[in-house]
C-alpha cells in the first residue's frame, strides 16, 4: 500500500527555492518530483521512492536523479 503524504501533511514550499544543487534535508523538508508530483521525505527512514524513480531512498538517505525537477516543501501535519 502506497502511503498518501498529502492525506497526513500540509505542504509549503520553501521561499526563496534553494538551489538544485543544494537542496536542504531535514525532518519536516519532502521533496515533490515534478514529474510525477509525488512527495517524498528528504530523510526517508523507511525505503521511500516516487512513482517516476527520481527521488528514492531509505535509511536516512534519498537519491535524486534529476535536482532541477524536485520541488523543496515543508510538511506540516494537519
Ligand atoms: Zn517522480
Avoid: W
Avoid at 30 to 54: D, H, L, M, T
Amino acid at each position: 500500500m502506497k502511503l498518501d503524504m498529502r492525506k497526513i501533511y500540509n505542504f509549503y514550499p520553501i521561499d526563496p527555492a534553494p538551489s538544485p544543487d543544494d537542496l536542504p534535508t531535514g525532518g519536516d523538508i519532502y521533496y515533490e518530483c515534478q514529474e510525477c508530483s509525488e512527495v517524498v521525505s528528504s530523510v526517508p527512514r523507511i525505503k521511500s521512492a516516487c512513482a517516476c524513480g527520481n527521488l528514492s531512498g531509505h535509511g536516512g538517505t534519498l537519491e535524486v536523479r534529476d535536482a532541477t525537477r524536485v520541488r523543496v516543501v515543508r510538511g506540516k501535519l494537519k
